[in-house]
T-cell receptor
Framework: AQSVTQPDIHITVSEGASLELRCNYSYGATPYLFWYVQSPGQGLQLLLKYFSGDTLVQGIKGFEAEFKRSQSSFNLRKPSVHWSDAAEYFCAVGLYNQGGKLIFGQGTELSVKP | DVKVTQSSRYLVKRTGEKVFLECVQDMDHENMFWYRQDPGLGLRLIYFSYDVKMKEKGDIPEGYSVSREKKERFSLILESASTNQTSMYLC???????????FGQGTRLTVV
């Protein structure tokens, strides 16, 4: 069965430090992958997406993610975290052979220390 | 800009009531989704619709049904609300395969 795993439920980093949020997926075909962010009381906003081509993708707010097929991973990174990045982050996989159904991970809550 | 609108931000209902959550999108999207969001569980797919009157069960359809009579509107129905359905409900839409989904603001439902 298809699934998405975000191993870290909660991460705390200091402002200015680098960040990496992990995402692993299980899907028998080539996936298309997303990272979304949810600020408190808000809906989900797309950070970036991977469909094909270059495995390093750039997104909004200075985020990037790298697709590694051999590891079934799509980790999100940011070189220097800002206090406004505190939010919940969700990884998702799109199932192209199931009409575009989207499956999400459990989410990672990011706290930023001053 | 794509707009996905959920009819209520907050809703309080009594156990046993029939509850309707409405979602409307304005971009002629083919796909629409209903998710339930609970702490530590992420977003779990309840139902998915890929065309008018077409629907597919997600991971947790029990206790829910859906209706999509028009392309722009996707309704989630709780046939007989129970306290374990207290949650945040998120609606989303997308053009189809290989496209991102756009989300509404969510409806926080409390069943008492």
């Amino acid at each position: 069965a298809q699934s998405v795993t975000q191993p870290d439920i909660h991460i705390t980093v200091s402002e200015g430090a680098s960040l990496e949020l992990r995402c692993n997926y299980s899907y028998g075909a080539t996936p298309y992958l997303f990272w979304y962010v949810q600020s408190p009381g808000q809906g989900l906003q797309l950070l970036l997406k991977y469909f094909s081509g270059d495995t390093l993708v750039q997104g909004i707010k200075g985020f990037e993610a790298e697709f590694k097929r051999s590891q079934s991973s799509f980790n999100l990174r940011k070189p220097s975290v800002h206090w406004s990045d505190a939010a919940e982050y969700f990884c998702a996989v799109g199932l192209y052979n199931q009409g575009g159904k989207l499956i999400f991970g459990q989410g990672t809550e990011l706290s930023v220390k001053p | 800009d794509v707009k996905v609108t959920q009819s209520s931000r907050y809703l309080v209902k009594r156990t046993g009531e029939k509850v309707f959550l409405e979602c409307v999108q304005d971009m002629d999207h083919e796909n629409m989704f209903w998710y339930r969001q609970d702490p530590g569980l992420g977003l779990r797919l309840i139902y998915f619709s890929y065309d008018v009157k077409m629907k597919e069960k997600g991971d947790i359809p029990e206790g829910y049904s859906v209706s999509r009579e028009k392309k722009e509107r996707f309704s989630l129905i709780l046939e007989s609300a129970s306290t374990n359905q207290t949650s945040m409900y998120l609606c989303a839409s997308s053009f189809g395969v290989r496209t991102e989904a756009f989300f509404g603001q969510g409806t926080r439902l409390t069943v008492v």
